[in-house]
């Protein structure tokens, strides 16, 4: 069993800057792929970055490519997303999930998600 907690979320300018955290506990957390998913109102769940249980693999949605970075310190068993040049259509609850040994686009796939945190962009 894995338990998730994001925080960092929050209201911020359009231009402006968020660091994600997404906390972990319970089995041995480099053991997991992570990602990082968002919706916004009347949207689909859509894949924001993810991350191998190594860091050794990221990959981006092309909506935030060059200005969101995906990263996990294994030791604090916690996962970031640093998201800059924060857009108005980054406005979403974002969450994070973890699945066992790999990490995925399907969002089904994945077998433990935190609760999310809300992040508010204003234009």
């Known amino acids: 069993q894995v338990q998730l907690v994001e925080s960092g979320g929050g209201l911020v300018q359009a231009g402006g800057s968020l660091r994600l955290s997404c906390a972990a506990s319970?089995?041995?957390?480099?053991?997991?792929?992570m990602a990082w998913f968002r919706q916004a109102p009347g949207k689909e769940r859509e894949l924001v970055a993810r991350?191998?249980?190594?860091?050794?693999?990221?990959s981006y949605a092309d909506s935030v490519k060059g200005r969101f970075t995906i990263s996990r310190d294994n030791a604090k068993n916690t996962v970031y997303l640093q998201m800059n040049s924060l857009k108005p259509e980054d406005t979403a609850v974002y969450s994070c999930?973890?699945?066992?040994?790999?990490?995925?686009?399907?969002?089904?796939?994945?077998?433990?998600w935190g609760q999310g945190t809300q992040v508010t962009v204003s234009s």
């Open positions: 991350i191998s249980g190594s860091g050794g693999f990221t």
């Open positions: 319970g089995r041995p957390f480099s053991s997991y792929g």
């Open positions: 999930a973890a699945s066992f040994r790999s990490t995925y686009i399907d969002f089904r796939k994945y077998d433990y």
